[in-house]
């Protein structure tokens, strides 16, 4: 584990392509962080590992089909401990994370959800179908939904939740492109506000929810700059 004032070792648990992988990547790139990746915990060989071979990130790939779950736990413990983690942060983690792991980082593991938690979250809730649920509701909004992970899925306590306005006429896919650049931003955002309130000391607050008014694409014709995220009034 990390001396008291980090910076803190994360892993990241994926299970495909890994692009909420490469942007916390690039975050921490980007600047002095409190905060590094040092670990890529995969259940099966897929895009997120050329990823961490890129970055200069190590990977282990813990297989789970056909496993015993105190199996899989007692090796991810190993594996975690070998590389002195501090806090994990799932992206895309297709697997149940053992209660082992999930007790002993209790308040350290994070979760990105590609909905507004408590809508269209539960077993069997992932990528597109989540985008389809949606698609198919008479929601008004999407966006994402970073929360901490306990035994029950997606049903951690929420700590930060970005959103947009829907359009009637938009596809799954289209939903899905939306959101996945919300997830982009909002992953690493979430981080560091769970890191300050570790060096702090403090429990972390939930994060002021915020309401991206205009759609990236129309930002970018717009600006270069970052773009404009307005706080909503709660």
Request: aromatic share 6%; net charge negative; with cysteine.
């Amino acid at each position: 584990m990390t001396q008291e004032g980090g910076p803190f070792r994360a892993a990241v648990f994926a299970s495909g392509g890994g692009s909420n992988f490469q942007a916390l990547i690039d975050h921490v790139s980007s600047g002095d962080r409190t905060w590094s990746i040092d670990l890529l915990v995969m259940n099966r060989e897929h895009g997120a590992l050329r990823r961490a071979r890129s970055a200069g990130v190590p990977a282990h790939i813990i297989p789970t089909k056909g496993r015993e779950v105190s199996e899989i736990a007692q090796e991810t413990l190993r594996v975690l401990d070998e590389h002195a983690i501090d806090m994990v942060l799932l992206a895309g983690y297709l697997r149940r994370v053992p209660s082992e792991v999930t007790i002993r980082f209790s308040g350290r593991i994070l979760n990105i959800h590609p909905a507004l938690l408590p809508d269209f979250g539960g077993p069997g809730m992932y990528g597109m179908n989540v985008h389809r649920a949606v698609a198919e509701s008479e929601s008004t909004m999407i966006g994402a939904t970073i929360h901490f992970v306990g035994d029950l899925y997606d049903e951690g306590a929420i700590l930060g939740q970005w959103r947009m306005s829907r359009r009637p006429q938009d596809s799954a896919e289209e939903i899905a492109a939306k959101v996945l650049q919300i997830e982009h931003r909002l992953y690493p955002a979430a981080v560091d506000h769970l890191c300050a309130a570790l060096l702090a000391d403090t429990r972390p607050e939930r994060m002021v929810d915020l309401d991206v008014k205009d759609s990236f694409e129309e930002h970018r014709r717009k600006s270069s700059t970052s773009i404009k995220l307005t706080e909503e009034i709660q």
